[in-house]
Every structure is written in C-alpha cells, then in structure tokens.
C-alpha cells in the first residue's frame, strides 16, 4: 500500500507562472516531509522540509504547505524558470532515530520559456 | 568534500552474476541508505545503515545484501542478479533529516 502519494506523474507550466506540486500521505505517524527535486543523470537533491508542528515553510522562490488534517502537503514555486524543470519527490519520516523516508512515485515539472 | 561517491557509474551483469556495488561518504555521517530508482515506482528503500556494524532490512530488501565494517563505506552486494534487478541504485547518507544523494549507478540485467 502506497503510504506517500503524488497523484500527478506530470504537470507543465510557462515560466513566471506558479507551479503547484500535490503530496498526499495515509500514515498518520509521519512527523517530518521533505521535498527532493531531481534532475536527469543525477542524484536527488534536497530542497525544502517541513516539520508536522508548522502549517507552512518558506525558502525563497519555494514554499511547502501542509494540511495534517488532510494528510495533503504541497510545494509551490513562485515564479517558475526553466531550470525548475526537473522530476520533484515527496517524502516523509514516520519517527523514531533511523531517519528512514518513504518517497513517492515523483512529478516531472516542465517550465516552458 | 566529494560528498557521497558512488561506483561503477554503469554496469552490464548477466543473470546469475554477482556484484558488488560501492558507496562512500567523507562527512562522517551516520545514517547511510541504498535505494532503487524504477520508472513509475520512485525511490525505494533496500538496505540501510544507523552506524557502522548496525544494518536494517528497507521496503525491497530480497537479492541484496549490505555490510557496514566503517562509517564511511556502506556496499550493496547482489548475489546473484536477476533481469528484474535491472535499475539505477542511489546510495545516500544523512546526519539528520536531509539526506544527501549519489550520483547513482546504473545496472542492467540481461
């Protein structure tokens, strides 16, 4: 059973538009969420977290917004460029000291000129 | 810093080969991971490392099998590859929440 859900395998954007990624989890246990955004021929990199305590954490251009309620996190980037376009997961910490995560499948993010 | 290193970059096995994969880190962390890369399926947990002689079964952890004699090497091991062992593995390492990437290795099983 797939406990971190991103339900969008893909979604296209113009540059300077918004671009929302969508995250939904079923595991009530998870306490910490973490965004990675991968480009082709490489190893995922970290881009932002947030903890289950907050609602909403900024780092410049990249905002990631969580609902507890809703089991639902998104990331939002603001403005998009084209060298956002690159395949971003969703991933969450069920606690404990093991920092193990469980990812999603991913969205491939394209920002058009 | 060179960051978590990973090698062969690619690698052709035939079924029933074995192999192992390397994986290296130089920022002392404790926590090391391997994960499996396959379309449509994201990233998943294998193996996995709290600190040096303490290893941990992940989500697919069948044909795979992982040591950790230091903190700075954690090698995956197939024992005998099979066609659905065919993927691209990323290894990674953390001190905390943010795990840090290897550039990955890419296996094909014919």
């Known amino acids: 059973d797939q406990q971190v859900k991103q339900n969008s395998p893909s979604l296209s954007v113009q540059e300077g538009r918004i671009s929302i990624l969508n995250c939904d989890y079923t595991?009530?246990?998870?306490?910490?969420f973490l965004w990675y955004k991968k480009y082709p021929a490489e190893g995922p990199t970290f881009l932002i977290s947030i903890s289950s305590i907050k609602d909403k954490n900024e780092d410049g251009r990249f905002t990631v917004f969580l609902n507890k309620s809703a089991k639902h996190l998104s990331l939002h980037i603001v403005p998009s460029q084209p060298g956002d376009s690159a395949v971003y997961f969703c991933a969450a910490h069920s606690g404990g000291s093991n920092y193990k995560l469980t990812f999603g499948k991913g969205t491939l993010l394209t920002v058009n000129p | 810093n060179a960051g978590v290193t990973q090698t062969p970059k690619f690698q052709v096995l035939k079924t029933g080969q074995s192999m192992t994969l390397q994986c290296a880190q130089d920022?002392?962390?404790?926590?090391m991971s391997w994960y499996r890369q396959d379309p449509g399926m994201g990233l998943r947990l294998i193996h996995y490392s709290v600190g040096a002689g303490i290893t941990d079964q992940g989500e697919v952890p069948n044909g795979y099998n992982v040591s950790r004699s230091t903190t700075e090497d954690f090698p995956l091991r197939l024992l005998s590859a099979a066609p659905s062992q065919t993927s691209v593995y990323f290894c990674?390492?953390?001190?905390?929440?943010?795990?840090?990437f290897g550039p990955g290795t890419r296996l094909t099983v014919t």
């Open positions: 595991n009530s246990m998870f306490d910490y």
């Open positions: 920022m002392n962390h404790e926590y």
């Open positions: 990674a390492s953390s001190y905390g929440w943010e795990q840090y």
